[in-house]
């Protein structure tokens, strides 16, 4: 069943009916919906399968910190859409998202759980982590959250964090790998590989001419890799291909702007638009000034040449090729449509 994607409390009950199903549910940004995320939502589904109940998620839309606090609030490892894709493919049922704004920021504990919990997503359930906050001024924790839930009715649970070498995982962990390049150790954390997505664009054809043919990508992503040249995959029409990307400013060509740039392989068709994603496995060095075109083409070459040998092997599974049929596309178009259509109206 696909995700249901509800914007506010009247959409909520628009698609859900005067019998509001009573659902369990989890609270939080999940940048990244990263391991101890899915944790915690893979708790949700277990649940919410138990007792006959909804899997929800409560999530909001900017990050709470862009509004009470924009001088701390972190770049983020994922678009909406992003986020979104990944509570579908755990298995989810819905997703409520919120437009985080100064009134929803000036709820006390008690209001938001009256008015969000229980009034319209009609909670059996609550499950966060330990550090969990919520209400104004994060005046709410864990502990108010169970006297809250034992008022109305609803239980809550909290879900232990997962370690990796010693350390908890956490968006911030996962930043700071990714600001450094670090695409290993970021998709250790997440449980998948970093992904940009955004738009094919056209560039200035110097790569096609003198080097090798490459999808520019224009990215809403607010958090983008360490520049320099990477192991990668781009999906492209519900297909993944090998490639290698560079991330930086063409410093052989003069470059003023940053770029993103991907050459696929096995692949040739000419693109100058449409949706592309790019996930990030191996980097293979820092971006760098070459005395010209030619000398830029032998690197290049090689580090295609080391791409393509990191595919060629079979223990290093790559992410699976995925059919996705035209009227699956098309779906998926239509959902981003109803989405975009749904922010422009809470705004």
Do not use: C
Request: zero cysteines.
């Amino acid at each position: 069943m696909p995700l249901a994607v509800l914007h506010s409390a009247e959409e909520w009950r628009a698609h859900f009916g005067p019998e509001l199903p009573r659902s369990i549910v989890s609270i939080g940004s999940f940048d990244g919906v990263h391991i101890g995320h899915q944790k915690i939502l893979r708790a949700v589904m277990e649940r919410a399968r138990q007792s006959g109940a909804l899997a929800a998620v409560l999530t909001f839309d900017p990050h709470p910190l862009k509004i009470v606090r924009p001088q701390d609030s972190p770049p983020l490892l994922m678009t909406t859409h992003q986020r979104l894709a990944a509570f579908e493919q755990l298995g989810l049922d819905a997703a409520l998202v919120l437009r985080f704004d100064r009134p929803l920021s000036m709820l006390t504990p008690e209001e938001f759980a009256q008015r969000i919990l229980v009034a319209t997503l009609a909670v059996r359930g609550v499950m966060v982590g330990a550090n969990f906050r919520f209400g104004r001024g994060q005046a709410g924790d864990v502990l108010r959250m169970e006297e809250i839930g034992r008022n109305w009715g609803f239980e809550v649970r909290t879900i232990a964090p997962v370690s990796l070498g010693g350390a908890i995982v956490s968006s911030t962990a996962i930043r700071s790998a990714v600001a450094a390049g670090d695409v290993v150790k970021a998709e250790k954390l997440l449980g998948r590989p970093f992904a940009l997505e955004g738009e094919i664009r056209t560039g200035t054809g110097q790569g096609r001419r003198l080097i090798v043919p490459t999808l520019n990508l224009a990215t809403q992503n607010e958090l983008l890799p360490k520049p320099g040249v990477y192991i990668t995959q781009s999906r492209w029409a519900g297909e993944t291909y090998g490639s290698a990307t560079n991330v930086g400013m063409r410093p052989t060509f003069n470059g003023q702007r940053l770029t993103i740039e991907s050459h696929l392989f096995e692949f040739s068709a000419e693109l100058q638009s449409g949706p592309l994603e790019v996930l990030f496995r191996r980097r293979l060095r820092d971006e760098q000034k070459f005395s010209g075109p030619q000398e830029l083409k032998a690197q290049v070459l090689r580090d295609l040449k080391r791409a393509r040998d990191f595919f060629a092997q079979p223990v290093r599974a790559s992410t699976p090729r995925k059919k996705i049929l035209p009227k699956e596309i098309a779906a998926t178009a239509k959902k981003r449509s109803v989405h975009a259509k749904s922010r422009k109206k809470v705004s």
